[in-house]
């Protein structure tokens, strides 16, 4: 109940293209989405979260699509840059217990120029 | 720059070993998160210490133990190390429960 699944596990996308990658949860105490972005090398980086209050949020060409009923959200990255290649990784928490993230098992994503 | 900081970058070291990895958190975090990142199981919660206190524990061996100190920062001590203890190990600090900003890691090998 625990985990969060993440598809693909891979991604090519054109430059220009929309990347979308999907996340699924079973625990419904999860009141907390993030996505994390890491480059090889680095730590994993906080890129944009959503909270089940709402639908969608959007910031700059990410999005954040949530579906609290199917328990799923996704994450649309409009117009796809070489500088979008990266791993990205969906988190879920419970605001009950104490913030620690169950984190998805991550998606590479590559953007061709 | 996420404001963690984290030493050594890198640690290469012999089975039946133990290191220190430490961890310095962001200026006013009171919450220091360690997490383990491996191929095979990903990104995976340890434990979290609060103010000096422990708050969570994860998938964490017994062989591993962590503390914080009361300037906040924090060390993960890993003991009677194992090859497939090899990983990169991230803290993460944050103010708020959810919001966690992750250091640059250190990249432990066990040989």
């Known amino acids: 109940q625990q985990q969060v699944k993440q598809s693909p596990q891979s991604l090519i996308v054109q430059k220009g293209g929309i990347s979308i990658i999907n996340c699924a949860y079973e625990?419904?105490?999860?009141?907390?989405f993030p996505w994390y972005q890491q480059f090889p090398g680095k730590g994993p980086a906080l890129l944009i979260a959503?909270?089940?209050?709402?639908s969608e949020k959007k910031e700059g060409r990410f999005t954040i699509s949530f579906n609290k009923s199917a328990k799923q959200f996704s994450l649309h990255i409009m117009d796809s840059q070489p500088g979008d290649s990266a791993t990205y990784f969906c988190?879920?928490?419970?605001?009950?217990?104490?913030?620690?993230?169950?984190f998805g098992q991550g998606t590479t994503l590559q953007v061709k120029p | 720059d996420s404001g963690v900081t984290q030493t050594p970058k890198h640690l290469i070291t012999a089975t039946g070993q133990r290191v220190t990895l430490r961890c310095s958190p962001r200026?006013?975090?009171?919450?220091v998160y360690w997490y383990q990142q491996s191929l095979d199981q990903g990104l995976q919660f340890l434990i979290q210490?609060?103010?000096?206190?422990?708050?969570a524990k994860g998938n964490i061996l017994e062989r591993f133990s962590a503390q914080q100190f009361p300037d906040l920062h924090s060390e993960l001590n890993l003991s009677s190390l194992e090859l497939g203890d090899s990983a990169l190990y991230f803290c993460?600090?944050?103010?708020?429960?959810?919001?966690?900003?992750f250091g640059p890691g250190t990249r432990l090998t066990v040989l």
């Open positions: 993460a600090s944050s103010l708020y429960p959810d919001t966690q900003y």
């Open positions: 625990n419904t105490a999860f009141d907390y």
């Open positions: 959503i909270r089940p209050d709402v």
């Open positions: 988190a879920a928490s419970s605001s009950g217990n104490t913030g620690k993230l169950i």
């Open positions: 200026s006013g975090d009171l919450s």
């Open positions: 210490y609060y103010n000096g206190e422990e708050r």
